[in-house]
């Protein structure tokens, strides 16, 4: 199968029959003239195929579109689960601070066990573990929804709600997929990173908006539920695709932590701190619709942001940027820090919710190209065989950002204003683009040399 880049040649430039040897420089040329002459000019449809043509080249890939149904499947839920848990444990306990600590300790817990998951994926290979992995984690969600219940003691939701640490890192294996069939073709990684971004913000967005719906329509214990069966089906269909599935890369005494990697910890610091503008960005939109007697809206309005960020990931895949991607990721973090200012202006100058929805619009298109762009970075300098354990870690860090974002934020909020609140992700975009800015030199030719 032909994997190579999309060529952007017409393909009625090309001689439509053999020509002789003593003219075929006057006949190439009168062809190519006749072609650039009747050709017609581009119609909005045959732009959008020409922007689609990387998606679909991506997708012809053997066993591509078997495991991305599993993994689509299997990542909604992400979406899912802390909104679901929200929703049923404070419905039940009447209290939205236990419901926040539970699902805080959740999040604790993914944090340190999610590398080590993904570190015995490497080690051992997807199926064997992501499968064991992720009934486990399925269980945990089942005790949490028998607790609550039946009305179990406040410490079994803490404890049930950890178990769920152990749910594999579902787009970093998908991802480790794609880095494996397409090795060698940046062009082609380049439009898979960007799908599976846009993936993450369709799943972000839409989970949710289902589970609230699920939680709220049919009984509380509904999300959950649901997400359950749905992470444990999604995950089968993928880890049954072995063909697609990169080899395991046992451990020896000589193989180090990516954490020791040349660029890993500083870029480790760049996730940090633009999962800090998720953070607060999430939790200071809901405070200034709740201010101005909207709470409702405030799912909706965030999912504007994330609808701006998953088309634009859509259009950054198909494009072709330059080679260079810590200089890439420079300008795509200095572009969401200029844009994470548009939310503050507006809310600010305006006080509209309206005017707040087309500022979160357009701060979204900085985020997936920026995502795109620093994955892109991990798989570059993360030493082969443990792209797994180094994807997990730039999502632990982007967990760790998203809980300190959120809980500044809420401070801010509760001490100063829902206004005042956009300067944190604001800030939090700055120090994203100083982090990079300070190591760009030093870390250019070692993210341009890994091995992928």
Sequence with gaps: MDLEPTRTEPRTARPTRPTSNTSN????SNTSNTSNSTEPPPTPRTAGGRALAPYRRLLATPGARAFTAGN???RLPMGMFSVSAVIMIAGSRGSYALAGAVTATGLAATAVVGPWTARLVDRYGQARIAVP??????????ALLLCVRYGAPDWTLFAAYAATATTPNTGGMSRARWSHLHRGDPDTLHTANSFEQAVDELCFMLGPVVAAFLCTSLFPEAGTLVGAVLLVTGVLIFAAQRATEPPPAPRTTATR????AAGFPSLIAVFLATGAVFGAMEVTTIAFADAQGHRSAAGAVLALQAAGSCVAGLVYGS????RDVRRRLLGCLAAMTVLMTGPLVAAS???SLLALSAALLL???ATAPTMVTGMTVIQRITPQGQLNEGMTLAV???LGGIATGSATAGWVVEHLSPTTGYAVPTAAAATALLLCAATHRGGTRTGESGGN
């Design 349 to 351: 100058a305006s006080g």
């Design 363 to 365: 701060a979204g298109a």
């Design 396 to 398: 632990t860090a982007l």
């Design 25 to 28: 420089t006057s006949n190439t």
């Design 133 to 142: 992995a992720t009934l486990l984690a399925a269980l945990g969600s089942l």
């Design 257 to 260: 932590s990516p954490l020791r």
């Design 319 to 322: 494009a072709r940027p330059a």
């Design 72 to 74: 689509l499947l299997a």
